[in-house]
């Protein structure tokens, strides 16, 4: 029957790969450096002020976007590689 064959990789399959291989690729060391240039700001900042809460949200926007390139963008990638569950029923 059908549902005893493997699945196959759609082409679509490979497009959403390479997306996702490019944006975590750019998107981790561009955050990261941003996060770390925001840290230095908000070092020289700590008197408070609409400043000091701006790079705060800025930072916690960037963790964030970290955050999903981390926990979801890359387990969806190494899910659409491997494709196949291994760990059984």
Do not use: C
């Amino acid at each position: 029957t059908k549902l005893d064959l493997p699945p196959e990789r759609l082409p679509s399959d490979s497009i959403h790969q390479i997306f996702l291989l490019f944006v975590i690729t750019v998107g981790v060391p561009t955050n990261l450096l941003t996060l770390r240039k925001l840290l230095v700001m908000h070092k020289l900042t700590r008197n408070g002020g609409f400043n000091a809460t701006f790079i705060l949200l800025k930072i916690h926007l960037t963790v964030s976007d970290l955050m999903l390139l981390i926990f979801y963008a890359a387990p969806q990638l190494l899910w659409n590689i491997t494709y196949v569950w291994i760990l059984g029923d």
